[in-house]
């Protein structure tokens, strides 16, 4: 064995002697243990690592302090604007021998970090990194130690990615290296640093270097919503944005026939992938940050319209306005109205490639075409920067086409959100599946087949870094498929027809298989027993951590997981989907993706089977999520394949995150159709679920809620009792008192419809908006628009310069985005709302009864309290400024309770005589008028902005509608609520449908007759219910411009005719036949159907009455 340099170099550096004698121990110790990690494991446990930061803080105060004085060479330093060389007053930096000692130093940890985590972590403990990140300023330090000091904070990062996951199905999670790199590295001064280093225009490639590095820290490690919004404030888009406006210039120059004129900012072609991935990074999952971007003076300058748009003459739609239209094919394609993606082909129209618009070559007018079935798609221009992305794609290939198609992706849902300038949505889709679709497919086929489907030796042939590039696709590419088709059925029908499902569930299945080594361990001779410890060693800085996950099996959980969320992405909206994503064979792989990582796997293990860390369960969870939407699928392959116990387990897992993804993947397991429903609630289900309803995270709260709500529905009354005692009425009561109204909004929760800006505006009652954008001219054309919108071949094509191009136009949208996002108090409300919605919801589905006994109703109201209960519903009906119910309810006692009386029998009357009720011929809205007119007060204009919003309106009437389907006495006592029932008259004319169906189905229950002896009370109520109002009110309804609230206001018109006509005497009950079950949709069911007078339809709230939509993705209800 030959001689080892590192005792003599570790002497030295532990006590210096000179300058130069360190400078040549750390040559001799980096050149010692480049490429041997065994020699890197002895450096560190002899205590190599506090020299080594002793060194970078000391040299560093040294040189920052020498050059603040003026040092270099008797002038200031300049900031990298002189070809990199940070050239002082002489014309150059003074490389001095302290800084040749920091250079050597970087070095020598820059090669430690490459040993892995094991290495990383006594790094840390000793202090390393801030010292580090003092040295990335360009204007204090010479432009080699920065550009040192990047690659060295790479690689430590890189190495932290390799760690194993801390969590631990047996014990606590601990504080990764990470987190501790994420906290230190994201600071104001590091992010002003990199906004310094992104800010040089110099084409020298030590600037270049320097810029590249930057972007691929941030690529790597922003990922958190304060990482981004650090960098945001740094100014750090902005500067991206202008590299990317720089680099795209050659292409507009060349359309606009100017001469080139490189800009100072344009980077060489190579950095333009990481210049995407960085923007992609800042902008991912935050609508402001895109709006930030896509509104920066860059973009705007570079891809916003020209300066003669303001002054209308310019069509922005123009062949000859929009030179970046000739950068992409365009698509001629005869589609029907249904679809805007069809297999008809050829799709894309050639043109010439000459320097004039002129000979752009247009579609035929419609006078020309043939007769046919089909609609003609008439061109529309896209949003310039969609063009040149759309054109950055199809050129390049690689990395390049990747970052182009993942930064489209989150530019379309920002769109999708916030619209402005934009072409149809039909457009926007042809252009996505037939010009981008293709390439995502291309990329993980293609690089599939490529790494795995090939013979050894032309994997062997493919060079190292091809190889790299190749696996970070495999890695990235399915989550821009997922981003891609993600709620558009559209683009997942293009990605199915392409055949891609059998290849995902290949790739998925390839991340399982097991790993060879592809070296063994070297043989050491020192003995493997503990080595006596130096006194004199820091023990932090020189105690390895614990070892990491081999390359290959990090690359395995990287494409498992991206799978993952692509084949949840395909099976969100469509059944047939999700029928062909379980026949390739994808739940038989679910089960292994559900097992979490556990740490008693042995280091050496070359399984990728010993578990999945944090992100891939929560992916499995998604598609297991996804797929039970499906009720075949449910009741079939997911029950067959044994799911529902690792989700399960999974509800106690530690990281929060795997807890909400568990619990939304239950809910849908909890149905009434699911089979293993019962076999949830006998191992603890519900308990497990009541405990998370009353934890700390929203998401977790809401998702044990919403199975809740669920897993009521169905259950005997003793389970339901159970459940509801386990939850506990106080924290129902507690959810249900949140004042989602209490505090004045700048829109109605709710009610507000995006228009064409993208903007929440009530449709009935606009409302003043400072921060709101509105057109001042109100003319006819507006009109035709909306008339023509609906025929492709007549739209107009939207001026893209008429809005949001002056600055104070711009700050208002990017207030009114940034509003909607970050607003603290409009979150909370939002959050309150969803809360109150599921509670009612599970109100609603523990009332439900199949036989409407009013067992579950009496219990309720016994727990809540008559009162409060009522009041509680009409605080979700009420505007504001109204009377609260409690004036009125007062009168009715306790001794007025059902729940005293034996279930089934008949109880006392609930008849309220108070002389607080209504007289007859009086209107609710306005005492003044007779019921006469009261249709002319329901035709009168309502604020509705000063009521709930619409879902909690429609879970609140849903309940008064089960309520009324209880025993006659539940009736009495809800008509005996005379200002409950005064809040649910005006709901009549509400703008939402699904709040004036239950309003009907609230009437046909309230005029339903049991048998013949509930016939005297039955015209009493109706008697009460005309002199309320509620007989105009079902006219109203009757002539309603849905078809399902239309036949119900029939039907109750026919029974108030019944009651109160002559002849409806003779009117008996008669026996009940089976009834439908309820839309999955969350409406009412059609219960028992009697056969009084021949009318077709039952009362709602018996059978399958009870809300059980399936959970959705974005917290919203529906298959």
Not at 745 to 756: E, H, K, R, V
Not at 1014 to 1019: H, L
């Amino acid at each position: 064995m030959g001689y080892s340099a590192i005792p003599p170099a570790l002497l030295e550096l532990s006590n210096p002697t000179t300058p130069e004698a360190q400078v040549k121990a750390l040559r001799d110790l980096k050149n010692e243990i480049v490429g041997h990690d065994q020699r890197k494991e002895v450096a560190v446990k002899h205590g190599v690592v506090r020299p080594l930061a002793t060194i970078l803080k000391a040299e560093g105060r040294r040189g920052a302090k020498r050059r603040s004085n003026g040092a270099i060479n008797g002038g200031g330093a300049s900031v990298g604007r002189d070809g990199g060389m940070g050239l002082g007053a002489a014309g150059q930096w003074e490389w001095t021998s302290e800084d040749e000692m920091r250079f050597q130093a970087t070095l020598v940890l820059g090669s430690l970090a490459n040993g892995g985590p094991a290495l990383v972590a006594p790094l840390l403990n000793g202090n390393v990194f801030p010292p580090l990140l003092e040295a990335l300023s360009p204007s204090q330090t010479p432009p080699k130690l920065v550009m040192t000091t990047l690659r060295t904070i790479e690689q430590i990062v890189d190495a932290v990615a390799q760690e194993k996951p801390t969590e631990s199905s047996d014990g606590p999670v601990r504080t990764s290296l990470s987190s501790s790199v994420s906290e230190q590295l994201y600071t104001k001064q590091v992010a002003d640093n990199f906004a310094e280093i992104l800010a040089q225009t110099s084409r020298s490639s030590s600037v270049q270097q320097q810029i590249w590095s930057v972007t691929k820290l941030i690529i790597k490690t922003c990922h958190d919503e304060h990482q981004k919004k650090l960098l945001l404030e740094a100014g750090i888009l902005d500067l991206l944005a202008g590299k990317l406006a720089a680099m795209a210039l050659p292409e507009a120059q060349a359309l606009r026939n100017e001469p080139r004129n490189p800009s100072r900012e344009q980077l060489p072609s190579i950095y333009l992938a990481d210049v995407l991935d960085a923007i992609s990074a800042i902008i991912k999952d935050s609508h402001y940050n895109t709006a930030r971007f896509l509104y920066s003076q860059p973009i705007q300058q570079a891809f916003g319209p020209p300066k003669e748009a303001a002054t209308g003459a310019y069509d922005g739609f123009s062949p000859q306005a929009t030179p970046w239209d000739r950068l992409i094919p365009r698509l001629q394609t005869l589609q029907s109205k249904s679809d805007p993606y069809t297999k008809s082909w050829p799709a894309l129209g050639a043109y010439t490639s000459t320097a004039t618009s002129d000979s752009y070559k247009r579609l035929p007018g419609v006078d020309s075409l043939p007769p046919t079935s089909r609609t003609v798609i008439t061109d529309e221009s896209e949003n310039p920067l969609f063009i040149w992305l759309i054109y950055a794609a199809r050129r390049a290939e690689g990395k390049e086409r990747l970052a182009s198609c993942w930064l489209l992706a989150l530019l379309k849902r920002f769109g999708e959100r916030w619209p402005l300038n934009d072409p149809s949505k039909i457009t926007r889709q042809r252009h996505f599946a037939y010009l981008i679709m293709p390439l995502v497919v291309k990329m993980i086929s293609g690089v599939h087949s490529g790494l795995y489907q090939t013979s050894k030796n032309a994997y062997g042939s493919l060079s190292l870094q091809e190889k790299q590039d190749a696996k970070y696709i495999l890695e990235r590419a399915p989550l821009v498929l997922a981003e891609l088709v993600s709620e558009n059925p559209t683009l997942q029908n293009a990605a199915v027809d392409a055949k891609l499902l059998p290849e995902l569930c290949q790739i998925l299945k390839k991340s399982f298989d097991p790993i060879t080594a592809t070296s063994k361990p070297l043989w050491s001779a020192r003995s493997s027993a503990p080595q006596p410890v130096d006194p004199m060693i820091d023990p932090a800085s020189s105690t390895l951590g614990r070892p990491g996950l081999r390359p290959e099996i990090l690359h395995a959980f990287k494409y498992r997981e991206s799978t993952l969320l692509a084949l949840a992405a395909l099976a969100e909206n469509q059944d047939p989907l999700r029928k062909l994503i379980v026949e390739v064979g994808t739940p038989n792989h679910l089960m292994e993706a559900l097992v979490p990582y556990s740490d008693s796997q042995p280091s050496g293990s070359t399984t990728s089977k010993g578990g999945n860390p944090i992100p891939v369960l929560i992916a499995a969870c998604t598609v297991v999520r996804k797929l039970s939407r499906s009720v075949s699928v449910l009741r079939t392959s997911l029950i067959d394949n044994g799911l529902a116990t690792p989700i399960q387990a999974l509800l106690t897992h530690p990281d929060v995150k795997v807890q909400v993804a568990a619990t939304d993947a239950l809910a849908n397991l909890l149905l009434e159709v699911s089979p293993v429903r019962q076999e949830i609630v006998n191992a603890g289900g519900i308990k497990t679920l009541c405990e998370h309803c009353r934890s700390a995270n929203f998401d977790l709260r809401f998702g044990s809620l919403w199975a809740l709500k669920h897993v009521i529905l169905g259950l005997t009354s003793s389970m339901k009792i159970q459940c509801l005692e386990e939850l506990g009425v106080g924290w129902l009561v507690q959810t249900l008192n949140g004042e989602p109204t209490k505090t004045s909004m700048p829109t109605p929760l709710g009610m507000g419809t995006p228009n064409a800006a993208g903007e929440r505006v009530d449709i009935l009652n606009a409302m003043d908006d400072p921060n709101m954008d509105v057109d001042e001219d109100t003319s006819s054309e507006e009109d035709e628009d909306t008339m023509t919108d609906s025929i492709p071949s007549m739209r107009r094509h939207p001026r893209p310069g008429s809005r949001y191009t002056s600055a104070t136009n711009i700050r208002d949208r990017l207030q009114q985005i940034k509003s909607d996002e970050q607003d603290v108090r409009l979150s909370a409300e939002r959050d309150d709302i969803r809360m109150q919605e599921q509670a009612l919801d599970f109100i609603r589905n523990f009332i439900n009864e199949d036989k409407a006994s009013g067992e579950m109703i009496d219990h309720l109201l016994k727990c809540f309290g008559h009162s409060r209960f009522f009041e509680i519903l009409d605080s979700k009906i009420r505007p504001k400024g109204s009377t609260p119910t409690s004036s009125s309810s007062s009168n009715n006692n306790n001794n007025n309770n059902p729940s005293s009386q034996p279930a089934g029998g008949p109880g006392p009357s609930y008849w309220n005589p108070s002389p607080s009720r209504t007289a007859f011929g009086t209107n609710i809205i306005n005492p003044n008028i007779s019921t006469a007119n009261a249709i002319f007060n329901l035709s009168q204009p309502i604020n509705w902005a000063s009521y709930p919003p619409s879902e909690l309106l429609s879970a609140a009437m849903y309940i008064l509608t089960h309520l009324a389907n209880g025993r006659p006495q539940h009736r009495s006592l809800l008509i005996s609520q005379t200002t409950l029932m005064s809040h649910v008259l005006p709901l009549i004319v509400h703008p939402h449908r699904l709040v004036r169906l239950p309003c009907s189905w609230f009437i046909i229950n309230l005029t339903w007759i049991d048998d013949s002896s509930d016939y005297g009370a039955s015209r009493e109520r109706a008697m009460s219910l005309r002199q309320l109002g509620f007989e105009e009110g079902v006219r109203v309804l009757s002539r309603d411009a849905d078809q399902d609230v239309r036949e119900r206001g029939k039907t109750g018109i026919e029974n108030f005719a019944r009651l109160l006509e002559d002849g409806g005497r003779g009117v008996g009950g008669g026996g009940a036949s089976a009834g439908y079950g309820s839309p999955s949709t969350g409406g009412g069911a059609f219960g028992s159907e009697a056969n009084l007078g021949g009318n077709g339809l039952g009362r709602v709230g018996s059978g399958l009455a009870g809300l059980h939509g399936h959970r959705a993705w974005g917290g919203g209800g529906g298959v």
